[in-house]
């Protein structure tokens, strides 16, 4: 039976951890979203087994929270001034990123002996990006610039190619085994991304015209953070993708609304807790006894997957004419993955429960080390571009007692 203050205790401790982290990724090469994963996987089960099994249940609702935030935030960057400046370089990029990276593993995978239809839904998931680690690392150095910018409006839409391709893929992977065509799963990810679409326009529309009508401090953070978190639960019992959804709501609220910085400012007070929670807890949940079982396709789905991101930025970076800094190194900054494919695996393996032994202990190996090493190689990229100023989060005194500035100020 749990004693009595087991949970805030806990909830104390997590969070204190994130000022250590802060300071440790300020005197070190290694990122605080590194810090707290590794944090998550030492107190976790994998190793002392510390944290009571109630974190068990916190991780679906702490997970949800925190991205749908992330998605909404991610929004504020795509405004009509973005889409004039960076639009076609971003759209290519992403495009890019997603077709070489499919690309790339599914004919490394072939050429280890995978069978077709197996390559195939790992060629789905691999485009995957965790955009909650990548755009961390951009806002703990306070990355400002050109790179910085397309980052994160690739990161903000390379999910939503990213999701088609994987309806597409796993589609094909269908015909390939004799299941048919595969309209179920061309219909999954059409619903998915259009139902997406349609439920953040449906939310935005009504957020942007009462921000600036509310009264700014406590009335706006409730107001924003009501609406943020009714788009996820939706987005949830919809089944559609919460974090395109709120990614959407965020875009239009960003081109629409009167004063419009102010949910952003808002969400963005209050997300550092629920990011901390969300690190610590995604890091307790990966299993390093996945690792064994993963063998050579899980190492040739790391490698070929990290491939991939290479030559899929220098192709999309061939279409758009981008400078050398993206060509170089935006592929290295994209290389964390997790919650989206996680969750892509585990629709492959509702479609194909004989391949789970076969996709599962992939993709969560895969987690485990593109979610130590991608944060650090991101951090590598923007330092190496010259955009990482190098302060953490709350460093700055004119932040307002906000955490910070906005994504969309950066």
């Given at each position: ?29 290694l990122p605080?979203v ?6 998550g996987?030492?107190v ?25 935030m992330?998605?909404?935030?991610l ?5 009509r001034?973005f ?15 997603v ?43 306070r990355?400002?610039g050109r ?9 903000a839409?390379d ?26 799963a061309?219909?999954?990810?059409l619903w ?12 935005g ?11 700014p ?21 919809l ?13 239009v609220?960003?081109?629409?609304a ?9 969400i963005?007070g209050i ?27 899980g ?44 969750g892509a ?6 479609r ?32 190496r ?26």
């Amino acid at each position: 039976m749990e004693r009595p203050g087991t949970t805030l205790l806990m909830l104390g401790s997590l969070l204190l951890v994130g000022y250590v982290t802060d300071w440790l990724g300020r005197k070190t090469p290694l990122p605080r979203v590194t810090f707290l994963l590794l944090f998550g996987f030492l107190v976790g089960p994998s190793v002392l087994d510390l944290l009571p099994d109630l974190h068990r249940a916190w991780f679906p609702a702490v997970t949800d929270m925190a991205l749908v935030m992330v998605g909404f935030l991610l929004g504020e960057r795509i405004t009509r001034d973005f889409l004039k400046t960076y639009g076609r370089q971003v759209i290519a990029l992403s495009l890019g990123l997603v077709i070489g990276t499919a690309v790339v593993v599914w004919a490394g995978l072939i050429a280890l002996g995978v069978t077709i239809e197996l390559a195939l839904i790992l060629a789905g998931i691999a485009p995957a990006t965790d955009p909650a680690a990548t755009s961390d690392v951009v806002h703990e150095l306070r990355a400002e610039g050109r790179f910085s910018k397309t980052l994160l409006g690739v990161v903000a839409v390379d999910d939503l190619w990213g999701l088609l391709a994987f309806s597409l893929l796993l589609a094909g992977a269908q015909v390939v085994s004799g299941h048919g065509f595969g309209w179920a799963a061309l219909l999954m990810g059409l619903w998915d991304v259009g139902g997406a679409i349609g439920l953040g326009l449906a939310l935005g529309l009504p957020m942007a015209f009462l921000t600036g009508r509310i009264k700014p401090g406590e009335p706006t953070m409730v107001e924003a953070l009501a609406l943020v978190f009714l788009c996820g639960g939706l987005a949830l019992w919809l089944k559609v993708s919460f974090l395109l959804s709120a990614m959407v709501m965020g875009i239009v609220v960003a081109n629409l609304a009167a004063h419009h910085t102010r949910p952003f400012h808002a969400i963005e007070g209050i997300e550092w807790p629920f990011m901390i929670l969300f690190f610590v807890l995604s890091g307790a949940s990966l299993n390093v006894k996945s690792l064994p079982a993963v063998g050579l396709v899980g190492l040739g789905y790391v490698g070929w997957r990290a491939v991939g991101r290479f030559v899929g930025i220098w192709a999309g970076s061939l279409a758009c004419g981008a400078d050398k800094n993206i060509r170089r190194w935006l592929g290295a900054a994209l290389m964390p993955q997790a919650g989206v494919a996680l969750g892509a695996a585990l629709m492959a393996v509702h479609r194909f429960p004989e391949l789970r032994e076969s996709i599962i202990p992939v993709v969560i190996g895969a987690t485990v080390v593109f979610e130590v090493v991608g944060p650090a190689l991101t951090r590598l990229a923007l330092y190496r571009v010259g955009e990482a100023s190098g302060r953490g989060r709350g460093d700055d005194p004119g932040s307002e007692g906000k955490g910070g500035q906005s994504p969309g100020e950066a």
